[in-house]
Nanobody, 120 residues
Framework: QVQLVESGGGLAQAGGSLRLSCAAS????????MGWHRQAPGKQRELVAS???????NIADSVKGRFTISRDNAKNTVNLQMNSLKPEDTAVYYC??????????????WGQGTQVTVSS
């Protein structure tokens, strides 16, 4: 069993900051990558940022220069520092992990989501 639990969502004003965290727990061999997706009302879910166990990152163009992703491998935790927030950042943010539980391969796991709301 693998669980991903997010924290840190909430309300912010435009130009403000929030920090999201996600911790993986359960039984697994290793975590290949962790990251964040988001889904705004009426829109499809989109990638925000991801990071591999070696530190390689992938960040969406819409948040480059404003959001920073980091990872604590010892704690199986991924963080998303969100600065210069805009109203269009309002969405439910979902943590994911690409996790190896056995020898066959990896699977994607998802957190329950945390709401981020940015007012103008």
């Amino acid at each position: 069993q693998v669980q991903l639990v997010e924290s840190g969502g909430g309300l912010a004003q435009a130009g403000g900051s929030l920090r999201l965290s996600c911790a993986a727990s359960g039984t697994f061999l290793s975590i290949n990558a962790m990251g964040w997706h988001r889904q705004a009302p009426g829109k499809q879910r989109e990638l925000v940022a991801s990071i591999t166990s070696s530190g390689s990152t992938n960040i969406a163009d819409s948040v480059k220069g404003r959001f920073t992703i980091s990872r604590d491998n010892a704690k199986n935790t991924v963080n998303l520092q969100m600065n210069s927030l805009k109203p269009e950042d309002t969405a439910v943010y979902y943590c994911y992990g690409n996790i190896r539980r056995g020898l066959i391969g990896t699977r994607d796991y998802w957190g329950q989501g945390t709401q981020v709301t940015v007012s103008s």
